[in-house]
Structure formats: C-alpha cells, structure tokens
C-alpha cells in the first residue's frame, strides 16, 4: 500500500486513520523491519510528514523467485539482504555462486557492488545499478560517511561497556588478515547491549570498513566471535554459524541525496 500525501500530517494521526487498533509497539516493529518507510526510509515516530511526502507500507519484505530479500529497488540502487554462507561478489571459481550474480539474473540488468559483507557474515548490503551510482556511493564510503552497524556475540565478558577498538591491519599472501605495524588503520566503535555467562553481545560501529576487520579484531583482544572457523585462535564456544550480522545501513542517495535507512534483524538472537 501507498499514499501520496496532499497536506502535511503527523505519523501519529496517520496511523490512527490508516492503522486504527494497531499498538505504536507493532508500528515501531513494521519500521525498524522496513516496511513502513516515508520517501523510502525510516522514519520517526514522532515525525510530521509533509505534502507529497509518499508513505508506504510492505506486507512483507519484498521476495522474488531467486530467494533475494529486498529492502529497497528504484532504477539506481538495490538494498537487498545477504544470507550467511553466499559470497557478496563473484569469486574466480565461475562455479560459485554469488549475492551479485544472483542479483544481475534477477534484475536482469548490470548491477556494480559498492560493499562487501564476508562469506560468513549476513546482513543488508546496497548495490548500484548505474555508473553514477556506483561512483556517488563509493565516494561516501572513502568519506567514511555511510553509517554501518553490526551485532556480534563474542567469546567470554567484555569489562568494558562502550570503547574504541584501534589496529593495524595488514593481508598476506595466504590471504589472512593480521594486526601488524605497517598496515592500515582500522577503527571500530563499540557498545555492550548484553552478557550472558560465556558470551557478550556487542553492537559496533565501523569508521574504517577494512576486509575482515571485527573479526581479525575481536580475536585480538581476546574475544573472538563465536563461530569463527578461520579467526578465533582460542577455539573459544562453538556455533553453527558466525553469529555477525550486519544489522543498520544509512547512506545518502546517490541521485536524490535523501537519507537512506535499513535495518535488518541478526537472525541468530
């Protein structure tokens, strides 16, 4: 469903006209899971929307014949959910397949990635469909301006409750990643949401987006993710799978230069 606003409203008076008897606790879910959007992002609850502001709603994620969830589709950009275990892009093995030729049989139309999430890790990725895109995109990731937000469990109990993880980071030939002097700077912001008695779930926020980063991270501080077959070198608490999701991404677009926002829930808590 969508409607074209003809004068401005608050969500709060819209919803009551349009959602009449659903609780603000089940609106609140619809936006954060992404299916309540206004000029296809999420908004404030508390927002007003204005005239020819376009409020739509999902009644589900958008699914298509490939298995792809997707968040948001217009002719420059693809918001689309990546499942642990398929690669983002294509690899050299042409047998492989990835999130990216998935998309590009799907839309049946070039698509350019502009990020990359690990094999291992799942969570909402964005795509270009155009050239222009896929530059304007590019360059807000070199500004560090795009908002990328995590959620790992790690091994054992974090002391502190919010930090900044800072290291070096430096690939070789094997393809591993190691904290070293002569690498390149990778940060990482972090706050606690919960400890459990082996484990703490931790919330982190990137400013620098080098490959393998939280994980060549956790592990050296002494709290790898659980789950990690090729970082956790204590062999700390085994898992089915590596429990890091990639949960918020918010970027400008790059046509409109409206703020984009999506959120996808870690499907291992």
Request: charged share 30%; hydrophobic share 40%.
């Amino acid at each position: 469903m969508k409607w074209t606003l003809d004068q401005p409203i608050t969500l709060a008076a819209f919803f009551e006209i349009h959602f009449k008897g659903v609780s603000k606790r089940t609106v609140s879910t619809w936006i954060d899971h992404g299916r309540l959007t206004v000029n296809g992002t999420r908004p404030a609850l508390k927002m007003t929307a204005m005239a020819g502001d376009v409020i739509e709603f999902l009644d589900h994620i958008q699914k298509n014949p490939f298995g792809l969830h997707f968040y948001y589709h217009d002719n420059e950009i693809v918001v689309v959910e990546k499942p642990e275990g398929l690669l983002s892009v294509n690899s050299e093995d042409e047998s492989v397949v990835s999130l990216l030729y998935l998309l590009k049989k799907s839309l049946k139309r070039d698509v350019w990635p502009v990020q990359r999430l690990d094999r291992e890790t799942s969570g909402v990725l964005v795509f270009a469909l155009t050239q222009k895109a896929r530059e304007r995109l590019k360059k807000q990731f070199e500004d560090h301006t795009i908002e990328r937000t995590y959620y790992a469990v790690l091994g054992g109990q974090l002391e502190e409750d919010t930090g900044v993880w800072k290291t070096f980071l430096t690939e070789d030939k094997n393809l591993y990643v190691h904290v070293a002097r002569e690498g390149k700077l990778a940060i990482s912001r972090f706050e606690v949401v919960k400890r459990t008695t082996k484990t703490t779930h931790v919330r982190f926020f990137l400013e620098t987006g080098k490959k393998n980063q939280l994980r060549v991270q956790a592990d050296h501080f002494g709290h790898a993710i659980v789950g990690d077959p090729k970082y956790d070198s204590r062999k700390n608490l085994k898992a089915k799978r590596l429990l890091l999701h990639a949960t918020d991404l918010v970027f400008l677009h790059p046509t409109t230069n409206k703020k984009m926002s999506f959120r996808s829930d870690p499907p291992f808590i």
